[in-house]
């Protein structure tokens, strides 16, 4: 098993990791994870690639040549299976697309999503950040700095998938292990004739990845216990090498998503403490600007504000969910206290 520790992008190499899968590292341009692994697995019938890499002309050419690398022309690929519709994996896929014919393959939950951000014309999806910015308790120059921000959505995918569906990949099996929670379609990919599993952002080796509750205040859904109960999942196929989208390679996928399963636990009862000493309900940018990040709130940009707060209503979820907490009735915005 090949296994390489967290680099600069520019140390990063196309690396063979034997039994026909290569990684492939394709730049971020602009933000601070650098890069993605885009791998790509051989097969009779053609090459496909998992994840794509971020839409950026320095990504597509490092993409193209890494497969070069590899022997791999960008005009043979098979088809591109995405663990997750962010644009870090799959912003290049619409442009493989283009170049050889292959098909784009992502879960339903996250193809929906999808087709939803190609039909938000700009204005209407900045309206409704600033919605559930307001209703999150972010004051009117936090709103105006955060509801600026629009990735470009992702291509629309050709091919949808559900929990345990093999990839379409002659003479390898390569099936879909459903993991929600940092997006709702997020997927790893169990390659069974390698014992190794593609982890996209679900379980990496030094970093947990974003869960956030969209819009803030919805009461729907519980994201955070979807992932927890997600790495459960992983857990329970024990020991597998893991192959994740971010970082590097190591040996067993299991032990990594017990590990984070601990840490979330820890910090939801850190919440649940912060909650209680608070001295009165707290909205959820009150309860984001308290909690602790790998950065003081003061000095967090609007976007990462943003996302902290989808963080932090996550776990707030969470915490209702088990009935720990409670949301205040009527309150606008939304506020939440620990039950009496």
Known sequence: MVKTRRRPYSEQRPTDLGGGVWSVPVPIPGNPLGYTLVYLIESPAGPVLVDAGWNHPDAWLALRDGMGAAGVDVREVRGVVVTHFHPDHAGLAGQVREES???????????????????????????????????????????????????????????????????????????????????????????????????????????????????????????????????????????????PAHEWAFPDAGARAMEILAHHEEKLQALAVLLEGAGGPLTIWETAGRM?????????????????????????????????????????????????
């Open 101 to 243: 014919g292959a098909w784009i393959a992502m879960h339903e939950a996250d193809a929906a999503l999808v087709r939803l951000m190609h039909e938000f014309e700009d204005g209407a999806h900045r309206d409704f950040q600033a919605d559930m910015l307001k209703r999150a308790g972010a004051d009117a120059v936090e709103v105006e700095e955060a509801a600026a921000h629009r990735p470009r959505p992702p291509a629309v995918p050709d091919l949808t998938l559900r929990d345990g569906d093999l990839v379409d990949l002659p003479g390898r099996r390569l099936r879909v292990v459903w993991t929600p929670g940092h997006t709702p379609g997020h997927v790893c990919l169990h390659l069974a004739d390698a014992d190794r599993l593609f982890t996209g952002d679900h379980v990496l080796p030094g970093i947990t990845p974003h869960v956030g509750v969209y819009p803030y205040d919805r009461a729907d859904v519980d994201p955070l216990g979807d992932f927890l109960a997600s790495l459960r999942k992983v857990a329970g196929l024990g020991g597998l090498e893991a192959l």
């Open 292 to 340: 602790t990040w790998n950065r003081p709130w003061e000095e967090l940009p609007a976007m990462l504000r943003g996302m902290a707060a989808g963080e932090a209503a996550a776990h707030l979820r969470a915490l209702e969910v088990r009935g720990v907490i409670r949301r205040t009735p009527g309150a606008e915005p939304v506020t939440f206290a620990l039950h009496s």
